[in-house]
């Protein structure tokens, strides 16, 4: 009679552990992805695509650009032709058949890229 008591007595228990742990307030679980935080509702070319170049592209794709097979993109005729035939978004993805950019380095992360493809989606312009 006594192990007829306790077998409910411990599946309580332990489902009652369960649910605590489950709804324990951990720090990850209230951490917003990064990309939630990505604005990319008015991309402009001289803010936000500029910044992302300056600090991740312009090193070697700036200036006279003899680090990067004279790709100079701080030139927007140069940039708008790389947008248009698919090179920077492959470059910066990592797909296609493009050296990937930067090179060898990490991946953008996913809120800079989004905000490439926000930038290009809208007509990729000289604003």
């Known amino acids: 009679m006594?192990?007829?008591k306790i077998y409910p007595i411990c599946l309580v228990s332990i489902s009652?552990?369960?649910?605590?742990?489950?709804?324990?307030?951990?720090?990850?679980d209230l951490t917003a992805p990064s990309?939630?935080?990505c604005d990319t509702t008015t991309v402009r070319l001289s803010v936000e695509i500029k910044a992302i170049m300056?600090?991740?592209c312009f090193s070697c794709h700036g200036g006279n650009a003899t680090l990067a097979n004279g790709i100079q993109l701080e030139n927007y005729s140069?940039?708008?032709a790389y947008v248009n035939n698919g090179q920077l978004l492959q470059a910066i993805t990592h797909t296609g058949n493009v050296t990937p950019m930067p090179n060898n380095g990490t991946l953008l992360s996913a809120c800079d890229?989004?905000?490439?493809?926000?930038?290009?989606?809208?007509g990729a312009q000289n604003n």
């Open 16 to 28: 009652a552990a369960l649910i605590l742990y489950s709804c324990s307030n951990k720090k990850a």
């Open 2 to 4: 006594r192990k007829n």
């Open 35 to 37: 990309s939630a935080n």
């Open 113 to 122: 890229i989004n905000k490439f493809r926000a930038w290009i989606n809208r």
């Open 54 to 56: 300056t600090a991740q």
């Open 78 to 80: 140069v940039l708008k």
